[in-house]
């Protein structure tokens, strides 16, 4: 049973354009939700986050949208750029369940010049 | 920046090998976690410790084992390595309630 799932595989954007990247969860227990960006062969890097009091959180380029009713997020990049070609994991945890993350498969995001 | 390593970056052994992954970090944190993830996959967490002698096995099954002796240090060891082991390995730690910090992960081919 997946509890986060992001159900595009893979997306292509115009340099300059905005992505969008989508992400549903089932466990209405989440509380705090993260994305993450990852190149081949090397570890996730940290993006935003944002918790489940707020329904927004912006830094630069990067904005992430929370939908607490639909059980959605969101996170947009505004302008693309070629070097956020990467594959963006959306996580989620629990507090009261020692803050362990469960990624959904990932979206494999390219921008193209 | 965090600083959390993970040794060998790629390992390449026939079955049966006895193999380790090493993990450390140098933030002080109490959390550690260890996932696996194959190409295209979600990150499957298989162990975590919230501190010294403390360990818990994760979501996804694993027949890897791991220990906490020092807090900087999360080890994973596979006895008997196999192909179903071939995947990618990703060391992480987190302060409470934070969010994860990653290692640049070990990839394991089981011959």
């Known amino acids: 049973d997946q509890q986060v799932k992001q159900n595009s595989p893979s997306l292509s954007v115009q340099e300059g354009r905005i992505s969008i990247l989508n992400c549903d969860y089932t466990n209405s227990m989440f509380d705090y939700f993260l994305w993450y960006k990852k190149y081949p062969a090397e570890g996730p890097t940290f993006l935003i986050s944002i918790s489940s009091i707020k329904d927004k959180n912006e830094d630069g380029r990067f904005t992430v949208f929370l939908n607490k009713s639909a059980k959605h997020l969101s996170l947009h990049i505004v302008p693309s750029q070629p070097g956020d070609s990467a594959v963006y994991f959306c996580?989620?945890?629990?507090?009261?369940?020692?803050?362990?993350?469960?990624f959904g498969q990932g979206t494999e995001l390219s921008v193209k010049p | 920046e965090a600083d959390i390593y993970q040794t060998p970056r790629y390992l390449v052994i026939g079955t049966g090998k006895k193999i380790t992954l090493e993990c450390s970090q140098t933030?002080?944190?109490?959390?550690m976690y260890w996932y696996q993830q194959d190409p295209g996959m979600e990150l499957h967490l298989i162990h975590y410790s919230y501190g010294v002698n403390s360990t818990e096995k994760g979501d996804l099954s694993s027949e890897s084992t791991v220990s906490r002796i020092r807090t900087e240090h999360f080890p994973l060891t596979l006895e008997s390595a196999r192909p179903s082991h071939t995947s990618q390995y990703l060391c992480a730690s987190s302060i409470p309630a934070g969010e994860l910090f990653f290692g640049e992960g070990s990839r394991l081919t089981v011959l």
């Open positions: 996580a989620a945890s629990d507090y009261n369940q020692g803050g362990k993350l469960i």
């Open positions: 933030m002080g944190h109490d959390k």
